[in-house]
């Protein structure tokens, strides 16, 4: 079937400029449906040939676009674009967006409207209804947007700020925020905050008396410290934090560990991460700092989350006994593979098993008659603690089992982690 023969099967129907163009959608470029429809019309009115050619953004007649309520396929929806652009506009009153994606549910009954044209006429040049009414919609919204609000937003199909869905046959939108990203490293100075929150191992976060009813079994975390400004900036609904791994409670934080913040359904995008990172550090000067706060694409969670960073370890140690300097330099045996078992501290949440961790450099200095300064340097994973006390022989090599007499942990810092090449600004 050619143009001309599809053009005068479609004449026979009760078809709207749209959907008469949209049989054609993929003749042409640079034109909407119903100026395709327009050409089409005036030359089979005036008898001539339509090539595909003739489908040009500089043969489009002068016209108004007819609005004919009785199409069998749409049944007038074409005439409501500007009610549902209308409609999403006021949807997304609330949230600041810089990219959009709009969609429609239409009913079924339309789907089948147009099928029933394409049993005749045929798939060829076609375009969905569908697709059409997000493409005009979206534009209307657009035009909303900057005239009213100043925003020159544009649409994105991977990851919009804001993905909305006109459902027409419930005139209702749908919206989904999508969350804002941000990229960061952060210092702990403090011994009694955990990374994240922590819910109280008594209710299980319920609330309790224990708790004092908040549900938490240490009353801030980095996360929450972080978070607090942050969401409160966005106006955001909640926080989830994802860090490059975590330290222990009881350990500082001193060789910024990366992180990333996720903020759910912002309603602010446009915020100063400079003078928020300046807020955060001044709120929390004892407890943390943050750094280089930068907005981040979504795969950033998943890479900062799989990073297998070395770290260096410093760590203070108890000794039972006093040590000679010989037995000390027996800990040069510690380089090399060590094999860990699930430490005693953690049994009750991780699965037994042995792990063999290498550990890259030690150093040492006796700070004190029966006190050792530890510098450890470290494959991601390793169990600092445990390689001093070796847990009961669950650890192997151990400081302890290697000089010979008990040692413990008294405190630990996390002094370096290994970032990757383009972080070496930091
Ligand atoms: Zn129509
Ligand atoms: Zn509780």
Redesign the pocket.
Known sequence: MDIKEKAKMLEERKLCDHCFGRQFARLGHGLENYERAWIIKERLEEGKNIEEGDIDPAKVPEKEIEKKEDCEVCEGLFKDLDKFAKRVFNALDRYELETYLVGTRIPPEITNNEEKVWAEVGRQWVEPIKSELNRLIGKKLEERLEEERNIDATVDFDRADVNAVMDIEKDHVELQVNSLLIHGFYNKYSREIPQTKWP?G??RGK??E??DWT?KQYKESVEELVAELVVEATKGLESKFHGAGREDIDARCLGKREFVLEILEPRKREIDLEKLQEKINNKNKDKLEVFNLEFCEKGMVERVKSRDANKTYRAVVELEEGVGKKELEKLEKLEGTVEQKTPTRVEHRRAQKTRKREVKDIRWEKTGDKELELEVKGEAGLYVKELISGDQSKTKPSVSQLIGVGAECDSLDVIDIEKPSSYKQL
Do not use: K
Request: net charge negative.
């Open positions: 109280c008594n209710c609330g309790c224990e708790c549900g």
